[in-house]
């Protein structure tokens, strides 16, 4: 494979072609909604670190040709989701694709005027029938029609060639040895299928019991793997929000005054609700079969009987069939086109169809109708009701919060005392005192809250935090205590002792019991005739090898068999080995191994592929470690609207 792209690339390279194709469809594209109404239009910059810019040109240019293949792909349908994500995977790309060009300059490479003159000498399109150069004028014609300028088509080759130099070093530093190459031609050509039985911890008859003198001593064997890490107390007062949304009070005025200041938020497209019978087609059914039941069901339609009722007990469309083929409110671009047509060319009330979809065949009827326009307030009061609480009581908060740090200064004495008293002087802060937790622990009464932990982490006993934003209100933090790491006593980790001696109990009898079968297996007794004196079923796997082999039922153990089969010959045991809920024994019924002289002949292909894939891991490795060491931005709108960023948002530019 390598190979070939290496050959290729003495040639334009495919992805410069790529790029030409999307530029030649795109250049007369529509401005997309999601470019910015602002000063400098397409060239504004979407995001942004340091000297490397995507603009929303680009960003748009991008986007066009990943949703054109995804509708291709979805034979049309495509959802907002999808759009959001395609939106933040191609703003990513585009910014992957600036830091390879900078990280390439930064190493010295550069592309020669001549070099870029022979790049476009080769293009397909700026040659005649004879094959010969169409000349300075019509090239200067069709490079100002396809990208702007022919200054434009150099900056694209000058960019496109200097990335194909980085490929090219990068792949010239890969290093692969004879020995790693027959390793990975090894994992991916020898494989082995095995039979199998499992016997559960469950199963197993013998009562598991846990003296107390055998559970100090698993104890004292495992002590270290229940040490605990420094732990801390805290004591901190709560700015509590579930009180607060109890006493704000939310007027009208409010929600009118907020409604008005966002109605952008409240646009909603043209939508229609809609409601099917649909029959699947395939090998159990033509279509010419579906759509003749079909017909006579529009006729019974027709006749007055109830679609409702109907689409209950004919529609094959398991998640619409219950609720009478309801698919409720959808706007234009969710659906097949066929069926948006459909539904969105009806009147209220009209049934269409039947008529094929890549779905199967449907009747259609449009059941309501929203216009596009400004959702009136009367339908979404009880949204803006929510987010006008949400910020009065984000205020309040934070406001009280420092109220209560304020007054937290002014005491003479701090201690529980005094943290309790303030909380009892206000009616929506509340005192409160966790268990020792460690740095990385839920903390018992607050959850999963790393600023929490962090900032009691950071303060010595008896000082104070700032305010801290936990996910139940403000906190002001006084630390109680401090932990050193320890093993802890037996009775402070009693419950997980005794636990881990019981599973470890049922462990050693699954494998012993599993031992006891393999031995009257290996003295000659059938492994089917041993499984089932057992009452075990035997499974059989199907064939895998060390890079794709699998079996489900086994869990996390499915590699560990997987390797230890392909140590093995055909027709010996493994195992037992435990897994999360038994053990397991095996038998290999198949062996395929490696044949030395096919690897001779394959071995220069494998380690091209090998280097190909160090390549990729170099480039990859690259981009992650410059994402870390770079301040990336993105243009507010974007990470407002879709989201997925890896940056920051920021409202300006740079």
């Known amino acids: 494979m390598l190979k070939i792209l290496r050959e290729n690339l003495k040639s334009l390279s495919w992805i410069l072609w790529i790029v030409i194709v999307v530029f030649v469809l795109l250049v007369f594209a529509e401005v997309d909604a999601f470019a910015p109404q602002q000063s ?48 933040a995977q191609s703003l990513q790309q585009l910014m992957d694709q600036k830091i390879v060009l900078a990280e390439a300059k930064n190493i010295g490479l550069s592309v020669s005027d001549r070099e870029v003159r022979k790049a476009i000498l080769d293009i397909p399109w700026l040659k005649d029938s004879d094959g010969e150069f169409v000349g300075p004028e019509q090239y200067r014609t069709l490079a100002t029609r396809n990208f702007g300028s022919p200054l434009a088509l150099e900056e694209l080759m000058r960019e496109d060639l200097l990335l194909r130099k980085f490929e090219q070093a990068l792949q010239d530093s890969a290093f692969v040895v004879e020995e790693d190459a027959e390793r990975a031609y090894r994992e991916e050509v020898e494989r082995a299928s095995i039979r199998y039985v499992t016997l559960l911890s469950r199963s197993v008859v013998d009562d598991v019991d846990t003296p107390e003198d055998e559970l100090q001593t ?11 890490p420094e732990q801390r107390s805290v004591g901190y007062l709560l700015v509590d929000e579930v009180l607060l949304r109890q006493s704000l009070d939310i007027s009208d ?27 699947n087609t395939g090998a159990q ?16 339609i027709d006749a007055g009987e109830d679609f409702d009722a109907l689409a209950r007990q004919l529609s094959e469309d398991q998640g619409s069939k ?50 596009a326009g400004i959702r009136p307030l009367a339908e979404v009061r009880s949204q803006v009701r929510s987010r006008v609480l949400n910020e009065q009581v984000e205020t309040v908060a934070q406001g009280a919060s420092g109220e209560v740090l304020a007054s937290v200064e002014q005491l003479a004495e701090v201690s529980e005392d005094s943290f309790s008293a303030l909380a009892d002087e206000e009616q929506n802060i509340r005192y409160l005192v966790t268990e020792p937790f460690g740095r990385q622990d839920p903390i018992p009464g607050v959850g999963l809250a790393q600023d929490f932990a962090s900032a009691a982490f950071e303060l010595e006993v008896g000082e104070i935090s700032e ?30 002792v005794r636990q881990a001696l019981r599973l470890d109990k049922q462990e050693r009898q699954v494998l012993d019991q599993l031992q006891s079968a393999r031995q009257r297996i290996e003295g000659g007794e059938d492994f089917e005739t041993v499984a089932a004196s057992l009452d075990l079923d035997v499974k059989q796997s199907g064939p895998w ?14 590699s560990e068999v997987v390797q230890q089969a392909l140590t093995l010959e055909e027709g010996t045991l493994g195992g037992p080995l435990s897994y999360p809920l038994g053990g397991v024994l095996f038998e290999v019924t198949e062996r395929v191994r490696m044949d030395e002289e096919e690897f001779e002949e394959r ?26 060491e770079l301040d990336i931005k993105y243009a507010r709108q974007l990470v407002e609207s879709i989201g997925g960023l890896d940056g920051g948002g920021d409202a300006g530019a740079p």
């Open 467 to 496: 305010p801290v934003d936990t996910p139940r209100g403000w906190a002001l933090l006084y630390l109680k205590d401090i932990r050193e790491p320890r093993v802890p006593e037996l009775s402070e980790v009693e419950n997980r």
């Open 322 to 371: 219950d609720r009478g083929g309801d698919l409720g409110f959808f706007p234009r671009g969710r659906m097949n086109p066929q069926f948006e047509e459909a539904a969105f060319g009806a009147d209220v009330d009209e049934v269409v169809g039947p008529f094929e979809t890549p779905f199967g065949v449907h009747i259609v009827q449009t059941t309501a109708r929203r216009d």
């Open 603 to 628: 071995k220069e292909n494998v380690i091209d592929s090998l280097r190909f894939q160090e390549y990729q891991r170099q480039r990859d490795s690259l981009i992650a470690e410059r994402r870390r």
């Open 545 to 558: 090898n060390a890079s794709f082999g699998r079996i489900p039922e086994l869990s996390t153990a499915s």
């Open 285 to 300: 059914r033509s279509a010419e079969q579906a759509l003749t039941e079909l017909q006579a069901v529009r006729a019974r």
């Open 253 to 279: 005025e409010s929600i009118q005054t907020y409604y008005d200041a966002n109605q952008a938020d409240f646009q909603q497209d043209e939508e229609v609700r809609a409601r099917h019978i649909l029959l």
């Open 40 to 87: 400098g239009g397409r060239n504004a910059p979407a995001a942004w670190a340091g000297d490397l810019k995507v603009t929303f040109g680009e960003l748009e240019q991008a986007y066009r040709a990943a949703e054109r293949r995804a509708r291709e792909q979805r034979q049309g349908e495509f959802t907002s989701e999808m759009s959001d994500l395609l939106r």
């Open 218 to 228: 698993f104890f004292e064997e495992n002590q270290e793997e229940y040490r605990l």
